[in-house]
């Protein structure tokens, strides 16, 4: 099965597509309802409760419907929460979760979506109604589809930390998961010892039975240094995923799939930041030795960081004390612009360490 085929369905688009898709179904307040609504264009509500399991159901649907309508002027997919906005649902008639409602150009006046709750059904709904030709767009998934095929490859290769989630196309809780694991994906799309994975254990049982999965979904982590697997018996959401997986694989990503300040830091070669900046140069040279020799001692993803020291205490030896402070200000000047996700990542792991050197 292609990446773009599996049911999870909607994900990351080059660059924090996690956020975007929050931007692509509009948020409906009390503030801004008759603003937004009833105007200038056509607008399908949803209104929902956060604690129904239907809205949660229809959510990765809904939110593809968001995104294929993004560029379309004439249409608004919006969506208002009717726990915070009661006032707003009575108003409407609402009495169950979730309600679809079409508000055509210039009227409060709704008609009910009475139709099938898929992307596809409400998307045919919207062009009817709106005089729209939008098609749902197929957006690629970060999630690795795993089969009988390529299970142990990818899951028992000692070099990757892999969480796995064993599903059922027809499980509700499933479904339910689906947005947030596909953020989890998103968020690690660009550590190369990370793997977010799934495997539909239902049409490949073997694979569940082998692993004791005996409902849906079942999480399994498999770190470097135990493919026999653990129960991931975490939260579920978002930054429980994330919390879990920086702590398990020595890594710092916020939910946005960001590195944060404390990316790249070892305290072992901190300390010999302080001594290496404190000294005289004579003794400058006896510490850069100390330092190469703990960053060989690393492991796993720490190895770069650990390169990345040795060669930032060699440019601090060559260029002078105020190195370090101006190379962090340039880093900061290019991590402002418009950087690809690779060169955000290198640029922030050298602004991390070089902060020790400045601040030391």
């Known amino acids: 099965m292609a990446r773009s085929q599996i049911y999870l369905g909607f994900g990351l688009l080059v660059l924090l597509f996690v956020s975007a898709v929050a931007d692509d179904v509009v948020v409906l307040t009390e503030d801004n309802f008759e603003k937004e609504v009833g105007q200038d264009r056509g607008a399908l509500v949803e209104f929902y409760a956060p604690w129904c399991g239907h809205c949660k159901k229809l959510a990765p649907e809904y939110e593809k419907l968001g995104a294929s309508f993004k560029k379309a002027k004439s249409v608004l997919i919006g969506k208002v929460d009717c726990d915070e906005h009661k006032s707003i649902c009575s108003k409407y008639g609402v009495s169950g979760y979730p309600t679809i409602q079409w508000f055509t150009k210039g009227s409060l006046e709704p008609k009910k979506?009475?139709?099938?709750?898929?992307?596809?059904?409400?998307?045919?709904?919207?062009?009817?109604e709106g005089g729209t030709n939008v098609k749902i767009a197929s957006i690629p998934s970060n999630v690795v589809v795993l089969t009988p095929d390529n299970f142990d490859e990818i899951v028992?290769?000692?070099?990757?930390?892999?969480?796995?989630?064993?599903?059922?196309?027809?499980?509700?809780?499933?479904?339910?998961?689906?947005p947030t694991y596909e953020k989890v994906a998103a968020v690690f799309k660009q550590e190369e010892g990370v793997v977010i994975a799934n495997v539909d254990a239902d049409k490949h049982r073997d694979l569940g039975e082998k692993y004791g999965v005996s409902g849906f979904p079942t999480l399994k982590f498999f770190p470097k240094n135990n493919k026999a697997g653990e129960d991931y018996d975490g939260g579920r959401d978002l930054d429980d995923?994330?919390?879990?997986?920086?702590?398990?694989?020595?890594?710092?990503?916020?939910?946005?799939?960001?590195?944060?300040?404390?990316?790249?830091?070892?305290?072992?070669?901190?300390?010999?930041v302080k001594e290496f900046v404190a000294a005289s140069d004579d003794e400058k040279k006896a510490i850069l030795s100390k330092i190469e020799e703990e960053a060989a001692k690393l492991k796993g993803s720490s190895v770069r960081y650990g390169q990345i020291y040795s060669k930032l205490a060699k440019n601090y030896m060559a260029k002078g004390s105020d190195y370090a402070s101006k190379e962090v200000e340039r880093l900061e000047r290019m991590l402002s612009k418009a950087i690809s996700p690779a060169k955000a990542d290198e640029f922030t792991l050298k602004r991390n360490i070089l902060s020790s050197f400045a601040s030391s």
């Open 113 to 128: 979506y009475e139709g099938a709750r898929t992307a596809e059904a409400l998307a045919e709904f919207v062009n009817n």
């Open 156 to 178: 028992l290769d000692e070099n990757k930390d892999v969480l796995v989630e064993f599903y059922a196309p027809w499980c509700g809780h499933c479904k339910s998961l689906a």
């Open 241 to 272: 995923f994330v919390s879990f997986i920086n702590e398990k694989a020595g890594i710092s990503r916020d939910s946005k799939g960001q590195l944060t300040s404390k990316a790249g830091i070892v305290e072992s070669l901190d300390a010999l």
